[in-house]
């Protein structure tokens, strides 16, 4: 009946990959760590991938804070 009737649903293309993080530069890091910070507040993500983000937000911390220094040690 309903479900005869259905199409199936075509696959979710995958996301633009994401860009390596030593190449960001700051402005951009931040701006995907807020990005990542949201969602995961939002708490609507799959364990599987909130564990991803996050990581990646550990990194992104890292790079920020690492870019931060390198500012600070030229001023």
Do not use: M
């Not at 005869?4 to 390596?20: G, Q, T, V, W, Y």
């Not at 799959?46 to 790079?63: D, H, N, Q, T, W």
């Amino acid at each position: 009946t309903k479900d005869r009737n259905r199409r199936p649903e075509s696959p979710k293309p995958d996301p633009a990959p994401l860009p390596p993080i030593q190449d960001l530069t700051f402005e951009k890091a931040l701006a995907e760590l807020e990005t990542i910070v949201t969602r995961l507040e939002r708490g609507d993500v799959p364990l599987a991938e909130s564990v991803a983000i996050y990581e990646r937000g550990e990194a992104l911390k890292k790079r920020c804070e690492r870019l931060l220094k390198e500012a600070e040690a030229r001023v």
